[in-house]
Nanobody, 120 residues
Framework: QVQLVESGGGLVQAGGSHRLSCVAS??????MGWFRQAPGGEREFVAA???????DYAESVKGRFTISRDDAKNTMYLQMNSLKPEDTAVYYC???WGHGTRARNDYQYWGQGTQVTVSS
């Protein structure tokens, strides 16, 4: 059974940086991504990285967040810089053997989520 486990959530001041990690129980996912869900909001796409290293970002985080993968460690990262209070959300790791990147339905596997709170 595939498992994804996020870590690294916490409380950060606005303007600060933070890094999330996601460890997968197996390799070779075509695409791995990050989504987030703010209180009362929908789960939204944040960033994705394909097996070939191509990346995709939501406009709201482009230039501030960086997604990366270390397939030797079955781990994906989300480096978040210049954090804003509106980045406060539960962040979810997701993975798929498909090829889509932005839609929730593109992904078959999800982590349990990790809370990131950005204080102003």
């Amino acid at each position: 059974q595939v498992q994804l486990v996020e870590s690294g959530g916490g409380l950060v001041q606005a303007g600060g940086s933070h890094r999330l990690s996601c460890v997968a129980s197996r390799r070779t996912f075509t695409v791995m991504g990050w989504f987030r869900q703010a209180p009362g909001g929908e789960r939204e796409f944040v960033a994705a990285c394909t097996w070939s290293g191509s990346t995709d970002y939501a406009e709201s985080v482009k230039g501030r967040f960086t997604i990366s993968r270390d397939d030797a460690k079955n781990t994906m990262y989300l480096q978040m810089n210049s954090l804003k209070p509106e980045d406060t959300a539960v962040y979810y790791c997701a993975a798929t053997w498909g090829h889509g990147t932005r839609a929730r339905n593109d992904y078959q596997y999800w982590g349990q989520g990790t809370q990131v709170t950005v204080s102003s």
